[in-house]
């Protein structure tokens, strides 16, 4: 179980460390105004963005792992409310997709000033899985 836990904390940072830089990337390539800019701007967002769906792919095989070999967790509480607010960063972690192919097709839509809010998200989602997984309040 500890070599599970191990590896799924590694994929986690792995996935939040795109997390936390790609919306970052999304703000500069907003700001951004020639060419080669936005060209490499794309590049860089497409390259993080794979690494960082590594790290979340890796994740949830190690978590639904770990819940697999111990179902017992499944009956605690404060797990079903971590497990929504991980389908949460999955759900980021889609829309993250879409404003990639957005820049992509240079259809943009959103100011550099949405995007650093956008940025916020993922680290208020990593403060309450965090909390739930190491306090793992009784609920």
């Given at each position: 179980?500890l ?10 940072v792995t ?14 390539h907003?700001?951004?105004k ?7 701007f ?15 792919a ?12 111990f ?17 949460l ?51």
């Amino acid at each position: 179980m500890l070599w599970l836990k191990a590896l799924h904390v590694i994929a986690v940072v792995t996935w939040f460390a795109g997390l936390f830089y790609l919306p970052r990337l999304y703000v500069y390539h907003a700001d951004a105004k020639d060419a080669i800019s936005m060209q490499r701007f794309e590049i860089m967002e497409r390259r993080l963005f794979t690494l960082m769906t590594i790290g979340a792919a890796a994740s949830i095989f190690f978590g639904l792992t770990m819940l697999i070999a111990f179902p017992l967790y499944l009956q605690m509480g404060w797990l079903e409310i971590k497990l929504l607010l991980v389908a949460l960063v999955i759900a980021y972690h889609g829309y993250c997709y879409k404003l990639l192919r957005d820049f992509a097709a240079q259809r943009n839509r959103r100011s550099a000033r949405w995007l650093r809010a956008f940025n916020e998200v993922p680290s208020l989602l990593l403060v309450g899985i965090v909390i739930l997984a190491v306090v793992k309040p009784g609920f």
